[in-house]
């Protein structure tokens, strides 16, 4: 069986320093929602610097590749493997490289989901020590604990 090689579609397109753009492409992707965008900009401006009509072809492959990745692959690959949802994620990235820079960017999400787990587990911990309901539903219609029977007396509703 002859080996397969992986389609380079920026060589195939005979692109200005096709290894190089493919390598920052590939090192910035792990960033979530950034990452493509900031190997975009100096990838394009140096294919922009050789030929400006590839620049173009290059920009709109890119984005239709970013879109088919972040709207069709990565939900499907990834779904909800890392168990916070999309503001939280943001946050991480946002947090993380304003603290640490483009290593903060990169590690940000999966130390905030270290620190959110933690976290969910003592809260967790802590409510079932205190004889309380670890379902957050039970919470969104809480009306007050009886804090002597820790009884818990849920909002009348259709009044």
């Known amino acids: 069986m002859p080996e397969r090689k992986p389609i380079k579609v920026l060589s195939v397109k005979r692109m200005p320093y096709a290894l190089l753009v493919s390598v920052m492409i590939g090192i910035t992707n792990i960033i979530p929602f950034f ?88 809260i967790d911990k802590k409510l079932k020590r205190e004889d309380l309901p670890q379902d957050y539903e039970t919470y969104s219609q809480l009306d007050y604990i009886d804090p002597a029977t820790r009884e818990v007396h849920l909002k009348k509703t259709g009044q």
């Open 35 to 122: 990452g493509p965008l900031i190997s975009l900009i100096p990838s394009a401006f140096i294919i922009l610097l050789v030929d400006p009509f590839k620049c173009l072809i290059f920009v709109i492959f890119i984005v239709v590749l970013q879109q088919i990745d972040g709207n069709i692959l990565g939900p499907k690959i990834l779904g909800s493997s890392v168990g916070i949802n999309g503001f939280w994620v943001m946050f991480a990235i946002i947090l993380g490289g304003g603290l640490f820079g483009f290593p903060g960017m990169i590690l940000g999400v999966p130390v905030f989901v270290v620190i959110y787990s933690a976290m969910t587990t003592l």
